[in-house]
Structure formats: structure tokens, C-alpha cells
């Protein structure tokens, strides 16, 4: 069975990730998913001011998901919604245990993500792309965040949904990220309408999707920081 | 609860949570009380005040003619706002609406609108052009932990309760309500039921205390087995396993409270 797009219904979309386009920024991602377009920073860690939102055991991370006005077919609105005020916490958090954080106490973090151009799946675009920009801000990473979305759409369950897909009759859209490689869940939030078995189904689809991100970025980190040597 | 007994609590939290023991005596997997009156608010067209344990939580319900959305000409719609004001809790402020009951409005609000218990085909009034927007607005009076729960719980049994406005000449909300309740579809009513993990252990409906300790929450919304929404939150994180866990336990959970809510009726 294929799909739409002619993907295999475990197929990401075609991705590319470049490190450190950012000159200004400590860490910086950019990443193409399909039609989506992410550009993540990340600037810190640096002192927290206000200082009483500050955190005397550990860095706090500031996670920002916004979206370009022209990155929709409507333009969208650039005051921040309650939608991008809702995924930005969740993906902060999402963070939170991928970063060895008790080393900067005191500090914050910015992670900033913007989405130039949208097409479903933008929160684990988003996400995937902030976690590698930790990493090339050489922030101490425990892992790396990887995400995706997972679901069903026209009675099958598949991996990295479309915006056509999103809009299918009996469409379930989870959006997972994974801690890799310790394989923990730091991101899930869904909305649909699936029984229990469909339900675990589509999560290990995701869980297993977000193995094949984590690839994808590792391959990224060793483009821009090569291996030397006999590693090679 | 101030938070420097949020802090000397948190170690007795845990000291239990090892023996599988919670501060209030209940077992992880219990609910509090859920009491629930409805009809509190006389200005409102529908209204609930929810006690769960020391949580309370007033819904009230308001209607307005809108405009449908352009995808759904001939479809009323619904919003859900929380506030969570310095009215129930030292650590919440009066002011714009702050992160935490933007997260635990939405998550409430998902749970309601995925499930499609109410036929907002039915709240049409001139198609393409004008329908029944409901307002549920629902405020914390006291704040004492799982207001993600206590929340939905206030707006479902507010909406319940819920009578249509009679619209006059020009197709304006009146000042009458009419006799009719909102169309809901009684077999599609969807619960939130939420967890934290102290621990590794998982326990349900949390205390604000318990909420302080724990840096791992899950939120799902479901109608008896059937999932419509699910939400993960804070810093920690979840095995594939305890997720499943957690499906299992809110099934479980799903018919004792729905039947308080059902009584309602």
C-alpha cells in the first residue's frame, strides 16, 4: 500500500538538516522535512533575568515554537496563540531531559524555532531541529530528542502524516518525540478518535519512526563534526 | 497551599509513594470524592460547581451568534477558557492568562471537542452565516491539584445542564433561555483523566502536593475504551509500557465516574 505522496506507509518524508547556519547563535539547526521549513537557535546558557524565574539547582530552558506569518496558506497572525503557547511548553519540556541542565544553575536557555513554511508535523520538525541545535551549541547532551508524528489515515497506520492526510475522514494524529538512544517518551500529545489496540499500534509506529529521525541526526552532527582518524 | 509546605511535603510524598502509600491515605490508583452540583449560576445558560477532593472548579456556560468557520459553514463552534486567578491558590496571579491554565484549558477543551459529543450540526442557525458559539468559562476557586481533570469535569457537567437562549427577530441571543438542552450524544461522553509518576510509580487524580514532587504528567481524554486525546507534560518521561499502563487504568476508571456525572441528567 502507498500513499499519496508515494511513501511506504513507514516512510519518512524526505529530510535534510544542515548544522550551524546561524552565525550569531551559540547552536543552530535548519532542517527541511517534506514541505516543512524549520530554523532552530539556541543562544546560552546565559544569566536569567528576571532573577527570580531563575533556578538555583539547574538551567531553565526557554523553548519558543513559532510559526512565519506566511508559513500557511492564511497568513497567520504573529501575535503567539494559545496553540504555540501550549506546544512551546510542551517541547521545552520535551527538552529538558536531553540537556545535562544541573550543570548551569542559575541560567537560561533560549531555544528558539521558527517554521518558514508549514505542511503538517511542524511541533516534531520543530523539536528535532532544537535538539540538534543544543547539540552544535555544544551544550552537555545526554541524548537527542527525536520526533514525529504518527497515526492513522484511511484505515492505515502511518508514519509522518501529511497536511492531506491530517484531513482524512478517519484521521488519528500523534505527535511523539523519543529521548534517543535511551528510548524514553518526552513528547506526546494526540487528538482523534482510535480504540486501544489501534492506540499502541500507532504509538510503537511512532516510537519505531523516531529511531529512524534519530538516524537522520546523528548523521547530521557527524557531517558538520567528522570523525577522525581511524573512527572515520 | 503555600509552596514552602508544597517543599516539607515532598518528602513525605515520596517516603509513602515508596511503600505505595499516599499522603491522604488513598491507593494510586483512587479518585477523590467528585461531588457536583449544577445549575449554581443563575445568569448562566448552563453551570456547574465540581469539588474533587479540595479542587473546585465553577463552569458556566454563555452563547453569542457567530460566523461559522469557512470549513464548516453549517456547524456551531465552542471555546473553553480556564482561569486560574489569586483567588485559589498563593502562586496564581490575577492577569493575562498565565501558561499553566492555557496548557490545562487546552487539554480539557481537546478531550471535549475530539470526542464529538455534541452535534454542532444542530446549533446552525442560518447556514453559511450565522451559528451558536458556546462559551464555557470555567474558574478555579480553590487550587489543590489535577485542575486538568476537575476542569472538564465542570465544563461537561455545566453542559449538561445547559439550556438554548431563544434568539429574537434578528436572530440575536434573547434574554430567555428556551426549554431545550444542548444536543449531546450521551454515549460519546469523554472523561480526562490524568496521572503524575513519582518515583516510577504512576498514581492518579493528583494533589497539588503530589503534583509538586512529581516531574512527569499524562493526561488522556477517552470515551469508555475508545481514545480522543492525550497529552504528556513536564520534564520526565515515559516508557512505551507505562503509557499502555495508563490506557488501562483509565478504562478502568472511565465507568465509576461517569456514572456521577450521568446522575446529573
Redesign the interface.
Known amino acids: 500500500m502507498t500513499r499519496l505522496d508515494n511513501r511506504q506507509i513507514d516512510q519518512l518524508r524526505p529530510i535534510n538538516i544542515k548544522l550551524g547556519v546561524v552565525k550569531s547563535a551559540d547552536g543552530s539547526c535548519y532542517l527541511e522535512w517534506g514541505r516543512n521549513i524549520v530554523i532552530a537557535t539556541v543562544h546560552g546558557p546565559k544569566p536569567m533575568f528576571p532573577k527570580h524565574l531563575a533556578d538555583s539547582t539547574k538551567a531553565v530552558i526557554d523553548y519558543r515554537y513559532r510559526m512565519a506569518p506566511f508559513s500557511v496558506s492564511d497568513r497567520k497572525n504573529p501575535v503567539p496563540g494559545?496553540?504555540d503557547?501550549?506546544i512551546s511548553?510542551?517541547s521545552g519540556?520535551a527538552l529538558?531531559?536531553a540537556i545535562d541542565l544541573e550543570q548551569f544553575p542559575n541560567t537560561v536557555i533560549d531555544i528558539n524555532s521558527i517554521i518558514l513554511s508549514a505542511d503538517a508535523g511542524t511541533r516534531a520538525a520543530a523539536l528535532t531541529a532544537a535538539s540538534l541545535a543544543c547539540a552544535d551549541a555544544g551544550l552537555p547532551m545526554k541524548g537527542l530528542v527525536s520526533a514525529v508524528a504518527s497515526g492513522r489515515a484511511n484505515g492505515e497506520f502511518v508514519l509522518d502524516l501529511t497536511k492531506d492526510e491530517e484531513d482524512t475522514f478517519d484521521a488519528v494524529d500523534?505527535a511523539i518525540g523519543v529521548?534517543m538512544p535511551?528510548?524514553?517518551?518526552?513528547?506526546?500529545?494526540?487528538?482523534?478518535?482510535?480504540?486501544?489496540k489501534d492506540?499502541?499500534k500507532i504509538?510503537?509506529v511512532g516510537?519505531k519512526g523516531a529511531e529512524k529521525v534519530y538516524e537522520l541526526q546523528k548523521k547530521a552532527i557527524l557531517e558538520k563534526y567528522p570523525l577522525e582518524g581511524d573512527l572515520q | 497551599m503555600s509552596s514552602i509546605l508544597n517543599i516539607v511535603n515532598a518528602d513525605n510524598v515520596l517516603k509513602l509513594i515508596k511503600e505505595g502509600k499516599r499522603l491522604d491515605g488513598r491507593n494510586l490508583d483512587e479518585f477523590r470524592n467528585l461531588e457536583i452540583k449544577t445549575g449554581v449560576i443563575p445568569s448562566a445558560a448552563g453551570s456547574a460547581w465540581v469539588k474533587l477532593g479540595n479542587t473546585e472548579i465553577i463552569a458556566g456556560i454563555k452563547f453569542a451568534v457567530g460566523s461559522p468557520y469557512p470549513d464548516s459553514p453549517d456547524e456551531g463552534s465552542m471555546s473553553l477558557n480556564l482561569e486560574l486567578t489569586g483567588i485559589s491558590s498563593p502562586d496564581f496571579f490575577t492577569g493575562p492568562p498565565q501558561i499553566d491554565a492555557i496548557e490545562y484549558g487546552r487539554v480539557a477543551d481537546r478531550a471535549l471537542r475530539s470526542s464529538e459529543f455534541i452535534d454542532f450540526k444542530k446549533l446552525s442557525i442560518v447556514s453559511g452565516e450565522k451559528v451558536f458559539v458556546i462559551f464555557i468559562d470555567c474558574i478555579a476557586i480553590n487550587a489543590d491539584g489535577n485542575l486538568i481533570d476537575a476542569t472538564e469535569f465542570a465544563a461537561l457537567a455545566a453542559l449538561l445542564n445547559t439550556k438554548i437562549p431563544i434568539l429574537d427577530e434578528n436572530n440575536n441571543i434573547g434574554k430567555e433561555l428556551s426549554s431545550d438542552s444542548l444536543p449531546i450524544d450521551l454515549n460519546k461522553i469523554p472523561l480526562s483523566i490524568t496521572f503524575e509518576k513519582i518515583d516510577n510509580k504512576i498514581l492518579i487524580d493528583p494533589t497539588e502536593e503530589e503534583e509538586f514532587t512529581s516531574n512527569t504528567r499524562f493526561s488522556l481524554g477517552l470515551i469508555k475504551d475508545t481514545i480522543v486525546s492525550c497529552q504528556k507534560s513536564k520534564g520526565g518521561s515515559f516508557s512505551e509500557d507505562e503509557i499502555n499502563i495508563m490506557i488501562d487504568l483509565a478504562i478502568k476508571k472511565y465507568d465509576s465516574i461517569i456514572k456521577i456525572i450521568k446522575s446529573l441528567i
Open positions: 494559545k496553540r503557547k501550549e511548553l510542551v519540556f529538558e531531559k500523534t529521548l535511551q528510548n524514553e517518551i518526552v513528547l506526546m500529545q494526540m487528538d482523534g478518535f482510535v480504540n486501544q492506540w499502541k504509538i510503537s516510537v
